[in-house]
């Protein structure tokens, strides 16, 4: 599995909570220590020559595998799209990077497309908005995968939002380079997730969430934020993203 | 244009600033974001073959950027035989002299213009008014804009950040001294009020003027795609017409140009087809009604040809319908003026760099969720977001980026790259962003982002990383 630096940083849960679905669904899973991020961050800032070296890492740390899973769309994207481009005119990396895409799948992708899970029984009795990510939706045309899950989860009703795909204004390190754009965006987006009168955000992608989820602490509101895959391995039990601890967690 | 690359670079986060805090401009983009989207989607919904029709639309204009110089030609050669003139602009400072020539060469003191958007890449309007002629803008969004002192934000709807309260404040200002009086609020009073006034330009102009959303190589044609009929009194009533167009704007055929037209409206106003679609091809002939005694085209340059077979040729297909404006989270939020030039959004964010210099423009590129809508509403399917990446590799390799910002990418690239040592290192600042946010979930502030924790919190990381957990969780079983 690759981890993704956010879930491997700011919430290990959704990792884990992938693993028990991977496991749950009968797959044996190995987690590389060789692997930190994608390399999104200098990808998206125009650093090829970094983008590269850390895309050769990820490569070789995965070589032996069969499959690789991702729970985020946009890392999954840079693994399945970007990396074959990367190294589109090199010999020795290119076919290499290709075999890494190839077996390279976003976790809802993977469960319901590969494995056509059906989720043991599991229950989250909330209404929820789900939130698309970009580069899922566009790029790996995620949408179904996630919904489909969802519906096996007891109690669980879902909400769509208006304008679903429209951008929450994350977009990695354009939140800290442009924050007050960033902060109009999100809090546009955080005015039709309220409209949906959800009580909890869903989505496939910890750097949207965690964007939607600060904007939502600082409106002073009280809607919980879940990555899917703490909701379908049923791990919602704790704080949700950006949640205060309850004492006994703390 | 010697700004230095420090001030262009304040200027855009400025003007976004100012933007984002200017309450009557944001009512305005809000009423109109939903509108654009909604009604394009529409449009779409009704026509299952408008995929195919797309990639029609993109193939057609890579084959006219193929064969650009052998269609430019043969379109010169047509509207030649039609009895017209063309032009040719390097820049747009020549484009200007050969405009303002023809102009004072039939001594001209009124000149009326319909929507054109080069004329504004050109500032036509300063140059014609230094030369001492009256230019009337006759599209009501660009008149509107006119009679404020301001320019486009818009492509497609010029005056889309102003609301309907300034305008009627604008109107009531500029048209009592021609008798008015009357302050005029709804909608429709507005229009006819413009109308009226407007009229009585049309019937005195010596010269029109108008863009071109189209020139058909076969025919010779200019084609003009309007809602209010403006472009055809420009185009019909004044002794001289003249036509503006960048060279990207050859189709072929009267065929090819109907494809185009198929996704032209669809992908801009969600019309299925505009209320006026007018092809002109020259002067008046002999026995004509109407029309106007010359015809001239000016077909301007300006760092197009340059784009020609480079990594930005895609570029070149643009139809300037506004799609990616309308869909953009960062236009929806600051609207047009703000990038600074007459082309904004997506659109602009590409155009704006290869063709006034890439250290002019640093930030628009960057200023960009990637989020990638743009390039999934093109009627042409130009790859925006993918060009913008590519703006942003030009920037890192012509070390045009802050230098700052290239240390702390490269040291944690450094890192990124060893992923033992990264484990170890960020298990410390995460110890200590727990420490401070994990009882309330989130920072109110932190130091390097403060720009994030202005307008919202930053959740707090865990204590301990998944591979931290995930070794000792090994290590037990």
């Known amino acids: ?250 | 244009m010697s700004v230095s690359t420090a001030s262009r670079r304040v200027e855009f986060q400025d003007r976004a600033k100012l933007a984002l805090e200017d309450a009557s401009l944001q009512r305005a983009l809000a009423k109109a974001r939903g509108g654009f989207v909604d009604h394009r989607q529409e449009a779409i919904d009704g026509l299952p073959e408008f995929d195919a029709i797309r990639d029609a639309a993109r193939d057609i204009k890579n084959h006219v950027l193929a064969n650009l110089d052998g269609y430019l030609e043969l379109y010169e050669q047509q509207v030649i035989e039609n009895g017209g003139q063309v032009h040719w602009a390097r820049d747009t400072e020549e484009a200007c002299q050969i405009i303002a020539g023809i102009c004072k060469e039939a001594q001209a003191k009124t000149v009326t213009k319909g929507k054109s958007m080069v004329s504004e890449e050109m500032h036509l309007n300063p140059a014609l008014e230094a030369a001492g002629m009256t230019v009337v803008e006759t599209d009501l969004g660009e008149y509107i804009v006119q009679l404020a002192g301001e320019t486009p934000s818009h492509i497609i709807a010029p005056a889309v950040h102003k609301t309907r309260e300034q305008i009627t404040d604008l109107f009531h200002e500029h048209h009592s001294p021609l008798g008015y009086t009357d302050r005029v609020t709804q909608r429709e009073a507005l229009v006819n009020e413009a109308r009226s006034v407007l009229r009585e330009r049309f019937v005195t102009a010596d010269v029109g003027i108008t863009g071109a959303n189209f020139l058909v190589a076969e025919t010779g044609a200019n084609v003009i795609v309007t809602n209010e009929g403006n472009g055809d009194l420009t185009s019909c009533l004044p002794r001289v017409h003249i036509v503006t167009a960048g060279i990207e704007k050859i189709v072929p055929s009267l065929d090819d140009l109907a494809v185009l037209l198929r996704v032209l409206a669809r992908s801009a106003t969600g019309q299925e087809f505009s209320a006026y679609t007018s092809l002109y091809s020259g002067p008046r002939r002999p026995g004509d009604m109407e029309g106007p005694e010359a015809y001239h085209v000016v077909l301007l340059d300006n760092g197009r040809s340059r784009l020609l077979g480079g990594q930005y040729q895609a570029m070149l297909r643009c139809i300037r319908c506004g799609a990616c404006l309308n869909h953009c989270p960062v236009y929806g939020s600051i609207g047009g003026h703000a990038y600074g030039w007459v082309y904004s959004g997506p659109m602009g964010s590409v155009l704006t760099p290869l063709l006034n210099g890439f250290d002019q423009s640093l930030d628009l590129p960057n200023a960009c969720t990637l989020n990638g809508r743009c390039k999934e509403v093109c009627p042409v399917r130009i790859p925006l977001s993918d060009l913008l990446l590519k703006h942003r590799v030009e920037q890192h390799e012509r070390r045009l980026s802050s230098g700052l910002g290239r240390l702390l990418l490269g040291t944690w690239a450094w890192l990124a790259c060893r992923p033992r040592l990264y484990q170890g290192v960020m298990a410390l600042p995460l110890r200590v962003m727990h420490m401070f946010g994990g009882r309330r979930g989130g920072l109110t502030w932190l130091p390097g982002a403060s720009g994030w924790t202005g307008s919202r919190d930053f959740p707090a990381p865990a204590r301990r990383s998944f591979m931290r957990q995930w070794q000792s969780r090994k290590v037990r079983s």
Not at chain 1, 6 to 24: G, I, K, S, T, Y
Not at chain 1, 99 to 127: I, R
């Open chain 1, 1 to 250: 599995m690759f981890v993704t630096c956010l879930a491997d940083l700011m919430r290990p849960q959704v990792a884990f909570a992938a693993v028990a679905l991977l496991e749950r669904a009968g797959c044996r899973i190995r987690v590389p220590r060789e692997q930190s991020c994608c390399g999104q961050p200098a990808l998206n800032s125009g650093d090829r020559a970094s983008t590269i070296n850390i895309a050769k890492g990820v490569i070789r740390a995965f070589s032996s595998d069969d499959y690789v899973v991702v729970p985020s769309g946009s890392c999954a994207d840079t693994l399945i799209n970007k990396y074959p481009e990367l190294f589109r005119h090199d010999v020795k990396w290119a076919g290499r990077a290709q075999n890494l895409a190839d077996k390279t799948f976003e976790l809802t992708t993977f469960l319901v497309e590969q494995l056509g899970v059906e989720l043991e029984q599991v229950s989250y009795p909330g209404v929820c908005a789900y939130h698309d990510s970009c580069s899922g939706l566009r790029e790996l045309a995620i949408h179904q995968q996630p919904r489909a899950l969802l519906q096996q989860v007891e109690g669980l009703s879902l909400r769509e939002l208006e304008d679903g795909s429209a951008c929450c204004g994350f977009g990695g390190l354009f939140s800290v380079k442009y924050p007050d754009l960033s902060g109009r965006i999100v809090s546009d987006k955080c005015g039709q997730i309220a409209q949906t009168e959800a009580d909890t955000v869903l989505g496939g992608d910890l750097g949207c969430l965690l964007n939607i989820a600060g904007r939502l602490r600082r409106e002073g509101s009280d809607l919980k934020v879940f990555h899917v895959a703490e909701v379908l391995a049923g791990m919602t039990d704790g704080p949700a993203i950006g949640e205060a601890e309850s004492e006994d967690t703390a």
